[in-house]
């Protein structure tokens, strides 16, 4: 039996078995074997040289943004409006058959926008390019969700499915649990808060699935069965969605008014062109980039070329952002000046640890370096010399 009638043969085990208090141990070692069966799908074959056949794209400016959806949904074109690039859209499916990329300037930083192919039901098992499409949305900041308006509800959630199965987790925060692995001393199970999803033995059962017999798990949040099996696989990404719902244009306003009221939703029409600027600030907003502009002493600030910062490449502190501009600057530097919303007042001396918001000034003030020796010698080198070895200067004229 292969992986994949493994995979269908407790998918159907699990949607026959009730849920109740009597079944939770068992459903819980059903998600464990579900989730080993999906990570050794993700593999490469063996024999193999582990390189991929996915889409080989480079990542290019200051974040990278995924569009993913059904085919005929109008990934195409709005790609086309939005930055510019002519990507071929017809009347039929699969359309764009490899990986179309463009870029977006906005607010003086540049996105890169991806055309991916249309995926459809069972992609995460590697129908239609489905890997291939899925293995370029992992390495994005952002995934855009295009959906049709005018059609079932249902796509939604197909997509968030085939994309779960594969490791990605749209708009959560990594699970809040310790696991620490040892050579000894059994399981130890501690817990912060009351967890009312599991209990202490399907916990042992769960590690017992992994074959993981000596170690500490610490819960710090009330997590739920899945979030540990998360944290036990360790090859999960995070990633922000936007879901984008295009052809608005052919609903009525009630219908349009409810589905912009849902979390993480934008209504568009590229047809009619409207919305796609809220589009872009909404992107902003999921992106948390933030604009740091650079003062040298006593002129004003530059605010022709801002140094971009991102939550998720690094962090937004000082100490990257001396980092960005060059690699040894972070050993010399004393102090910042910053001015702006992140500083309490005008300016405010901050160390390397503050965290910057966007539209910052930053001044960075060096160490003084202090002068080798004294008097009529000075010393070769930072290490005490001999007197005999220093260099005499000329005398001092009169």
């Known amino acids: 039996m292969g ?14 078995t009730q ?4 079944t939770e141990y068992h459903l819980g070692q059903l998600k464990a074997k ?17 390189a991929s056949d996915g889409f080989e794209v480079s990542k290019y400016g200051h974040g990278r943004v995924s569009l993913i959806g059904f085919p005929s949904v109008g990934k195409s074109t709005l790609l086309t409006m939005m930055t510019g690039t002519n ?14 990329p463009g870029v977006i300037h906005y607010k003086d930083t540049k996105i890169q926008l991806l055309d991916l192919p249309g995926i459809i039901e069972g992609a995460s098992q590697g129908k239609g390019r489905g890997r291939q499409v899925i293995a370029v949305a992992k390495s994005s900041d952002l995934i855009l ?37 040892k050579k000894t001393g059994g399981i130890t199970l501690n817990s912060m808060v009351p967890l009312t999803h599991c ?12 074959k993981i017999h000596n170690a500490e798990v610490l819960f710090r949040e009330d997590a739920t069965v899945d979030d540990l099996i998360d944290v036990i696989e360790g090859n999960r990404k995070y990633v922000r969605c936007l879901y984008v719902y295009n052809k608005i244009d052919v609903c009525s306003i009630e219908e ?7 979390p993480h939703s934008v209504v568009i029409s590229c047809n009619m062109n409207l919305n796609l600027e809220g589009l872009l600030e909404s992107m902003w907003e999921h992106m948390s980039l933030r604009r740091i502009y650079t003062k040298k002493q006593g002129c004003k600030p530059d605010f022709e070329e801002p140094v971009i910062l991102s939550e998720d490449r690094g962090g937004c502190t000082i100490d990257v952002f001396c980092k960005q501009l060059h690699a040894e600057l972070i050993k010399s530097v004393k102090y910042a000046l910053v001015w702006g919303t992140s500083s309490k007042h005008y300016p405010q001396r901050c160390g390397l640890g503050h965290t910057l918001e966007d539209e910052d000034v930053v ?4 160490k003084k370096v202090a002068e080798d020796g004294r008097g009529r010698f000075k010393m070769q080198g930072q290490d005490t010399q001999r007197i005999a070895d220093r260099e005499k200067k000329a005398k001092l004229k009169t």
């Open 34 to 50: 579900l989730a080993k069966l999906r990570t050794q799908l993700l593999e490469p074959p063996k024999g193999s040289s582990g």
């Open 256 to 262: 349009v008014d409810q589905i912009a009221r849902q």
């Open 87 to 100: 990507s071929e859209t017809a009347a039929y499916e699969f359309t764009t058959l490899t990986c179309i």
């Open 3 to 16: 992986v994949l009638e493994k995979i269908k043969e407790i998918e159907d085990e699990m949607a026959r």
């Open 19 to 22: 849920k109740n208090k009597a």
């Open 199 to 210: 209990d202490e033995k399907l916990v042992y059962q769960i590690l017992s699935e992994y």
């Open 145 to 181: 969700m295009v959906l049709d308006a005018s059609k079932s509800s249902g796509h939604k959630e197909i997509l968030t499915k085939e994309l779960e199965a594969v490791g990605l987790r749209l708009n959560k925060k990594p699970p809040n649990i310790s696991l620490i692995k």
């Open 363 to 366: 001044q960075v003030v060096k």
